[in-house]
């Protein structure tokens, strides 16, 4: 899938505390959300189809990724 995430508007978490340890998301036209690593703006992103960034979420919320 190719799209021009240079184009793309990030952001961070409210919750991030401001630091450059975090993850930036920015919603892409399509639906598509793009996923990238702050200390790396220039360097590559992930990008999720709208269906899986919502399931990712849902489990996110739910717990599914804490830790045991």
Known sequence: MSK??????WFKSSYS???N??????????G???????KN???PA???AP??????ITDARAGEFDPK
């Open 4 to 9: 021009n995430l240079p184009e793309a508007s």
């Open 17 to 19: 505390g401001g630091n």
């Open 21 to 30: 340890d975090c993850v930036e998301v920015a919603y892409l036209g399509d």
């Open 32 to 38: 598509a959300v793009g996923v990238r690593d702050s």
């Open 41 to 43: 703006p220039s360097g």
């Open 46 to 48: 992930l990008v999720f």
């Open 51 to 56: 269906s899986a960034w919502d399931a990712f």
